[in-house]
């Protein structure tokens, strides 16, 4: 735990952390205040986090909240760090952060896609990247049934018998 | 005593035309098509006067068998495109003058080719200089009148010494006795030949004298442009046969080294039209511009004929008088097929077209078989000529030629498939959906011209007897034909027989095709696009940079219009030093320098 | 117009998987391109909150079908630390020998099958045919062919059968012996070398901008970047490896390092088979929760592991019920296969285009999920 | 027609059958997970070409078209229009039982869960996902269907075409989609 | 030219057919060992042609159906020019510039129709194609120069009974080594076998002319495939092996030069257009030049 207990000390000094997890010794999960997350992110590149590993969302429907995760590696230390913003789930909007980490690029437009996050800064998220033609609430919150839209899209069908193909299954 | 009505009915009808015109435009442009047709039909007619002399004031006239084809050529190639013109004179700046100076174009290469003495000939000459260079601005560009005029000019300047000096050597102008002193002093006559073949050299577009070709082709009003390719190139052809066959060269170089049989003065020429063929060849491969697309192969199918002229053989000679009649009519056919594109969509450019063919197919099938011929495919005409000239080169063994003509035959596939696949076939862009079918008038030479092009590859029995008549004239061995077989030395092509098991082929071909099941028809966006969907024709259609990982092997090249380019560009500069230094806004400045130099002048001429 | 528009896929023999790439094209070099994903969406993320924590484990093989071990391995990594596990000794090294013959097998599909774009269709009849016999042990091992369903929380699902270390050690021995020949067959071929080498250069500024990562980082950084070294899961520290890096990747670069790596893999499964503990349990028991419905604390974390082509891993966030509250996955060939495509594949000719798709990696399914 | 031309077009027709039957040429469509099978079935070691069978390029070329997996609505879109620059007479074979009920994707609101209301499937191969064995059997039955003259997918397909578009209208809204949302 | 003549033509064309056919199919088989399993039926090439030919199709226009009907019509025709083994339909017809030329009608049927589909990449791979042409066509032709210069004849059967005289030391391939070596090579770009063999390569641009061909299309085009395969084929037996006195003879000749090509092609990968365009003008056309200066200028070789 060394190496990551100088480095959230470190990060305690120059930012408001709300809190700090540690879910094993190589990670590290910082809660921050949406206001300093650029500025942390800046820091943590700086610092030898250079790549951006992941960027998601978890849907907190119960207590309204989206929370976006930032998670960037620092490949010299092997260290994770897991940095958490909390959103509210009714007007969901960020700014981007490309200009730190290109590559969030496609992360955020998926992120966007699934949760209905805004990302500002970054006009390319609101195109639609996996899905085509979706007209539904945004597939990854909480609140929506893929089981419902299925049947109601692909729906079991009955045939008609005089024309019904023969099917024949084997094995 | 029919010809020299021709000639001076020429000259008449070209000022008629001009008249004509300021009545109406359209009726002086159908004159022209009167004209050149009476021309044609007279030229004709008039076979039998073959050898009968005349003379016009000054002016001496010979009918020579050679003057009585190149004018054939010529005048079948005016007379076809002559059709178009009537399309295009509301679009050009003057066009009354336009009329006028195509037929006086046409009758002065007339004169130039029936002229016995030099005198005639230059005169004629600059006839035809000075009016196709009036005509060239009348499309795009005056910079491509200015390079023509240019160039021509070094032609006309060449022409007229060579005569000063094959005056001052014979004491005559008469063209069939100026050269005989020549044949006992090598020396003097390599310098005439020079002169004289370096004034063809600039007219048929051999290297280095080629740059203006594509540039006037490119920019000439599109119903001059197949004249220009298919007629006046020509012209240089038949300066050169004259430097060569009446000279005689082979006799005059005699003494000087040889190689592979041939005067080295000869070969050197040789192999400039070898680096033409090659060059035209990779340089037309690269066009975006379908019309200097066809004048780059200009350039190339002149290094054939200069090639074939230069053998005086009995096959490649042969070739090369064929291939002359063969280019000119199969590339003004491709000339008016892009003309009439040009006409219907205002473009040439290649990568802005597509899909043609379904708008005018018999466009489509006049240049497809133009291009056939133009590449030397069997049955066209092409072939034959080409098959002759491969087979001379063989029989003498001159393997660098042969190289840069192998080189250029399939390169021909290269370009003349580009402008097939790009302008007619592929997707037809949605600004053309509405685009009209061919008009009438133009259907008409394209069809005549494509008859052409057909019959002479299968039957070119009456086309050879005519060579073999220019080549027992020129003292060397016709070209030998039993039946409908040509006969060669490695080998011998019967072309009947070809297009005979052609068709057979075809007609297999087509019941396999007919037998099987019928097809269904479907609109050319419902095509392979990786499962994925389009809807802009435009954008599925390859047509720019057709040729990209070809033409990247060789996009560095040195050229000639680089080097005259820096060239110019040296001038420009030292203009603009010399404007600083002595033209500028302080006449002290202008005082200065001019002193400084008056003084320098001075000391330099008293130290001497 | 002298653009024309291009598609590599989603059917085109070009083109690994239902995927596809929009290329404007001049002549034949590329102008603009862009990634058209989302053909394989399944929308696995959504389907794991659905499942119980059990039932998934049918489903997460099923997200990258060319490796999909990685997987189960990374998802069984987060339920362990969420649920703090131990998992038994003989586990950890019968997972490493799962883990590094799925690699194995992974690597020689990819050798084999760099020859369908350059065209030499003989390596790929040879490379999947000789992958097949992993498939082999994977069979005896598992049950299963290519989703094994094996590594589970806790542990491997059952023991090794018995003898299997023998079949194993033979198969390494044949395909180290094979090695060669696939390399005198592509490597070697001058054409193959004329093709590739100094073409689709990966520099090290692209690897940061992007977040490539797998043998595409390690050719290019000069580093000797791997998960299994920097961050070491089951007993990699206790095994001897060395990877191959480098600072300059080129097409030729980036497949000669799979050699090497298919070599280190070999190295691997011996050590691991040699250092293995001859026996013991394999499966440490789910502390909370039925036999069926296990609940997992709450908590989120993050684990990872090398595949490939690179770092692959799973945000697994719980609430403490019986289902994940959600699962995020990191494709490890996300970077390049969405922006890699738009950003760096302009430029290249189109006769790059599918070994620019081979080389760099691009994984369809774990893009998409 | 007389009925002696029918007889000639019905030998022929047989004769015709039985050379498409044992000449398949195949568009392999990588829609999901089955593909992975594939290359095994191709290559060495089960070697399907001893049957006639090999891969083409474009759907224009091929015989039949392997579903191989799940379907997304994307997927379907592309699929559906390959299918229809297929060539008659046609055969679309169905892997994994994705193909036949949604499989393990029943829920999924991405996938389709039943190929047959899309597209007229002849043959359907259970298992998730197929082994090469299970496939070349399958390409095994698919040959004596044609053979038979069983394999009609195509006809029904033409026949009940209205049938079959109003099921890929209704699931995916627009079958040929102006895609150019991501430029 | 007679009647006698084009059914003798049409008797070739059958033989030709089913002779290249079936070795086709053997090649298949044969390649199949090489990649370690079995291969189809010796047989399978006639029943995917036949199969090919019996399907439905689409059409993109008349250009389209035109372009392959002209095609297959120039390629039989060729092939009815070269002389089967000592057997030759029509007499004095098999001038090797004839030929190479009337190969050409094929070729450009086949360019015309593929763009004539309105696919980019037919029409790209076209331009490849005629590219590839241009690359491989200039060190066979000048190599062929030279050997109609050595022999004063430009016919293929007259090149071949030439050879004979020599017995096996006689056959050109062993006078003039390097202009074998260079038509083994042009060979090879000729069929259009790898390293060669961009113009159709799949994965770059989906198998490029033969895009859009289905049904009857795509068989008269595997028929095409078949007739020029003989056609490139036979003239090198006929340039460079001595033809054939007997048919037999001709017959394995043509099937060792096949399979030796084949089995070379398919441990080869392929070459870009242009680095295949860079190799024909660096290594075979200098061996050509080299070969057509020993011959013309030193006389070497030529008996």
């Known amino acids: 735990m060394n190496s990551t207990n100088k480095l959230v000390e470190e990060i305690r000094q120059r930012f408001e952390i709300i809190d700090v997890i540690h879910p094993d010794d190589q990670q590290v999960i910082l809660d921050i205040d949406k206001m300093h997350l650029h ?53 969901p909007r960020f700014r981007t952060i490309t200009p730190i980490y290109p590559g969030a690029q496609y992360y955020e437009r998926d992120v966007h896609e699934f949760f209905g996050i805004e990302f500002e800064g970054n006009p390319m998220s609101y195109k639609p990247l996996f899905l085509e033609l979706w007209d539904e609430m945004p597939p990854m919150r909480k609140d929506f049934d893929p089981e419902a839209y299925s049947r109601e899209k692909f729906p079991e069908r009955v045939y008609v018998p005089h024309f019904v193909p023969k099917v024949e299954v084997i094995e | 005593m029919t010809f020299d009505i021709v000639v001076i009915l020429m000259f008449l009808g070209a000022f008629s035309a001009y008249l004509i015109s300021k009545a ?156 005989v002193p020549l044949k006992e002093d090598p020396l003097t006559a390599t310098v005439v030949f020079v002169i004289f073949v370096m004034a063809g050299l600039t007219k048929i577009g051999i290297f280095p004298f080629h740059i203006w070709l594509p540039l006037a082709h490119g920019s000439a009003p599109h119903t001059f442009s197949p004249v220009l390719s298919g007629g006046l190139v020509k012209m240089g052809a038949f300066i050169a046969y ?79 008088m064929m291939h002359l009649f063969n280019h000119a009519i199969a590339s003004a056919a491709a000339f008016l097929a892009i003309a ?79 402008p097939l696949a790009a302008v007619f076939l592929g997707q037809l862009k949605p600004e053309h959906e509405h685009l009209k079918s061919e008009p009438l008038m133009m259907k008409i030479p394209m069809v005549i011209l494509m008859v052409l092009i057909l019959y002479f590859g299968v039957l070119p029995k009456w086309l050879l007897g005519i060579i073999g008549e220019i080549q027992v004239a020129a003292g060397i061995e016709p070209v030998m034909m039993s039946g409908n077989t040509i006969l060669a030395v490695n080998g ?39 499962a994925e969907f389009i809807y802009t024709p435009e954008l599925y259609h390859y047509a720019g940079a057709f040729y990209a990982p070809f033409e990247r092997l060789y996009q560095n090249h040195p050229s000639v219009e680089k080097f005259l380019g820096a060239i110019a560009w040296k001038f420009h500069e030292l203009g603009t030093v010399v404007n600083a230094l002595f033209f500028s806004h302080k006449p002290a400045v202008t005082v200065f320098w001019t002193s400084v130099i008056l003084v320098m002048i001075t000391l330099g001429g008293a130290g001497i | 117009m002298k653009e024309v528009k291009l598609f590599l896929g ?21 102008n603009k391109s862009y990634a058209l994903p989302g053909m394989l969406h399944r929308g696995f993320e959504k389907l794991m909150e659905r499942r119980h924590w059990m039932g998934n484990l049918a489903l997460i093989p099923r997200i990258c079908v060319i490796e999909p071990d990685p997987n189960e391995m990374v998802y069984a990594m987060s339920i362990e630390k969420l649920a703090a596990i131990e998992v038994p000794e003989r586990a950890h090294w019968i997972r490493m020998i799962i883990l590094e013959l799925a690699r194995l097998a992974a690597n020689l599909m990819s050798i084999g099958g760099i020859g369908a774009p350059v065209g030499l269709y003989t390596s790929v009849y040879w490379g999947v045919a000789d992958r097949d016999l992993i498939l082999d042990i994977f069979e005896k091992i598992t049950g299963a062919r290519v989703y094994h369903m094996y590594i589970v929380p806790g542990g491997v699902r059952k023991d090794l059968p018995e003898g299997i270390e023998e079949e194993i050690l033979d198969l390494l021995d044949y395909i180290e012996g094979r090695l060669p020949e696939f390399y005198d067959l592509v490597m070697r071929s001058p054409i193959f070398q004329t093709r590739t080498r100094d073409n689709i250069l990966l520099p090290e500024e692209v690897v940061w901008e992007l977040g490539v990562t797998g043998i595409g980082m390690r050719s290019a950084v000069n580093r000797e970047y791997d998960i299994r070294k920097v961050k070491p899961y089951a007993r990699y520290d206790q095994v001897e490896f060395s990877l191959p890096y480098g600072p300059y990747s080129d097409a030729f670069t980036r497949v000669d390092f799979k050699y090497i790596e298919m070599a280190q893999s070999i190295s691997i499964i011996r050590q691991s088979i040699e250092k293995m503990p001859k026996d013991g349990p394999v499966r440490a028991k789910i502390a909370t929760g039925s036999a069926l419905r296990w609940q997992v604390p709450p908590g989120m974390v993050y684990s990872c592991v090398e595949s490939a082509r690179g770092e692959y891993g799973y945000l697994v966030v719980s609430d403490g019920g019986e289902m994940p509250y959600r699962i995020a996955v990191r494709g490890s060939s996300y970077p390049q296969g969405l922006m890699g495509v738009e950003k760096y594949l302009p430029g290249h000719r189109i006769d790059d285009a599918s070994l620019w798709m081979d080389t760099m990696g691009v994984c369809a399914p774990e893009i998409d999920r | 027609m007389t009925t002696n031309a029918k007889d000639v077009r019905k030998t022929w027709e047989k004769i015709a059958d039985y050379f498409r039957a044992h000449s398949i040429w195949m568009k392999w469509y990588c829609t999901g997970c089955g593909a992975i099978e594939m290359p095994p079935t191709m290559t060495s070691r089960f070697d399907m070409e001893r049957l006639g069978m090999g891969p083409m390029a474009t759907p224009r070329q091929a015989d039949v078209l392997l579903i191989t997996g799940y379907l997304s609505a994307k997927t379907l879109r592309r699929v559906i229009y390959s299918y229809e620059q297929m060539q008659d007479p046609k055969y679309v074979v169905g892997f994994g039982s994705c193909t036949l009920n949604g ?47 069983e394999a009609k997918g195509w006809k029904h397909y033409q026949e009940n075409h209205e049938w079959y578009r109003r099921n890929q209208l209704h699931s995916l809204k627009e079958v040929y989609v102006k895609d150019e949302f991501h430029e | 030219m007679n009647l006698v003549n084009f059914a003798y033509g049409l008797l070739l064309l059958l033989a030709a057919f089913v002779f290249q056919t079936t070795l086709t199919g053997i090649n298949r088989k044969v390649v199949a060992r090489l990649q370690r399993r079995r291969g189809p039926k010796f047989y399978q090439q006639f029943i995917d042609i036949f199969k090919a030919l019996s399907k439905g199709s689409t059409t993109h226009g008349w250009v389209f159906d035109f372009g392959v009907i002209m095609a297959l019509g120039g390629i039989m025709a060729t092939a009815i020019f070269i002389p089967f083994g000592p057997l030759k339909a029509v007499p004095g017809m098999d001038n090797i510039f004839i030929i190479a030329y009337v190969l050409a009608v094929g070729m450009l049927g086949m360019a015309m129709s593929a763009s004539g589909s309105g696919n980019p ?81 799949p994965a770059e641009i989906a198998s490029g002319p033969m895009v859009e061909y289905g049904g009857r299309h795509l068989g008269m085009l595997f028929l095409l495939h078949e007739y020029s395969t003989f056609i490139e084929v036979s003239l090198i037996v006929h340039l460079f092996f001595g033809g054939g006195a007997t048919v037999l003879e001709f017959m394995v000749k043509y099937a060792v030069i096949y399979t030796f090509l084949n089995l070379v092609s398919n441990v080869l990968p392929r070459f870009k257009i242009d680095q295949a365009v860079t190799f024909f003008y660096k290594v075979p056309l200098a061996m050509a030049v080299v070969q057509t200066f020993l011959i013309i200028f030193l006389g070497m070789g030529v008996a």
């Open chain 2, 340 to 418: 009439v594109v040009a006409y219907r969509t205002g473009t040439t450019k290649i990568s802005e077209l597509g899909g043609m063919i379904h708008r005018m197919p018999l466009t489509y099938l006049t240049y497809l078989i133009a291009i056939i011929s133009l590449a030397g495919i069997p049955p066209m005409g092409g072939f034959v000529s080409k098959w002759l000239i491969i087979q001379g080169l063989a029989d003498r063994g001159l393997m660098f030629m042969a190289l840069a003509a192998f080189f250029g035959s399939i390169g021909s596939f290269l370009y003349v498939f580009r």
């Open chain 1, 39 to 91: 500025t942390l992110l800046s820091h943590l590149k700086a610092d030898g986090f250079r790549q951006l590993s992941l960027l998601s969302a978890v849907d907190w429907i119960k207590d309204n909240i989206f929370e976006l995760v930032y998670i960037v590696f620092n490949w010299d230390t092997g260290v994770h760090v897991l940095a958490r913003v909390k959103l509210p789930r009714d007007n």
């Open chain 5, 121 to 201: 990449w037919a029409s790209i791979g076209v331009s490849r194609a005629l590219t590839n042409m241009l690359a491989y066509d200039i060190p066979f032709m000048m190599v062929v120069f030279g050997l109609i210069f050595a022999f004063d004849s430009s016919s293929l059967s007259g090149l071949a009974a030439i050879q004979r005289e020599g017995g096996l030391l006689g056959w050109n391939v062993l006078r003039f080594p390097l202009g074998g070596i260079v038509a083994m090579i042009s060979l090879q770009g000729m069929l259009g076998k790898k390293p060669f063999d961009s113009f159709i390569a």
């Open chain 2, 24 to 179: 109406s435009l359209k009726a002086g442009a159908y004159a022209t098509t009167v004209f050149s047709l009476g021309a044609l039909a007279v030229l004709l007619m008039g076979r039998s006067e073959i050898g009968s002399e005349f003379s016009v004031l000054f002016m001496n006239f010979e009918v020579t068998v050679i003057g009585w084809y190149f004018s054939g050529v010529m005048v079948l190639v005016y007379a076809m495109t002559s059709f178009f013109n009537s399309f295009w004179m509301d679009k050009m700046m003057y066009p009354g003058s336009y009329n006028f100076l195509y037929l006086f174009s046409l009758a002065g290469t007339l004169g130039l080719f029936f002229a016995s003495d030099l005198i005639t000939l230059f005169i004629f000459w600059e006839v035809v200089v000075w009016s196709s260079t009036f005509i060239i601005p009348m499309g795009k560009s005056r910079r491509a009148a200015v390079v023509y005029y240019t160039i021509s000019s070094i032609g006309s300047m060449a022409t007229l010494y060579g005569i000063m000096l094959v005056y001052r050597i014979s004491g005559t102008l008469v063209i069939q006795e100026a050269f």
């Open chain 2, 242 to 320: 004259m430097s060569v066959a009446i000279l005689p060269a082979y006799e005059a170089f005699e003494g000087s080294l040889k190689i592979m049989g041939i005067p080295l003065q000869l070969y050197f020429l040789m192999i400039l039209g070898a680096i033409s063929i090659v060059l035209g060849t990779l340089m037309a491969i690269k066009q975006e511009d379908a019309k200097k697309l066809i004048a780059y192969s200009s350039v190339a199918n002149g290094g054939y004929i200069l090639i074939g002229i230069l053998m005086m053989d009995q096959l490649s000679f042969a070739g090369s």
């Open chain 3, 10 to 30: 989603p059917q085109h023999p070009g083109m690994h998987g239902n995927y596809s790439a929009h290329m404007y094209v001049e002549g034949d070099i590329i």
């Open chain 4, 103 to 149: 499989g393990i994707y029943f829920d999924s609101y991405a996938t389709m869960t039943r190929l047959d209301h899309y597209l007229p499937v002849d043959l359907y191969i259970a298992g998730c996902m197929p082994r090469p064995e299970a496939i070349m059997n399958s390409f095994d039955t698919l040959i004596k269907m044609i053979e038979k003259g």
């Open chain 2, 492 to 530: 011998v092509l019967n072309t009947l027989n070809v297009f005979m098991i052609f068709g057979f082929g075809f007609l297999i071909s087509l019941i396999i095709f007919l037998l099987m099941q019928k097809s269904r028809r479907v609109g050319l966006m419902d095509t392979y696009t990786s």
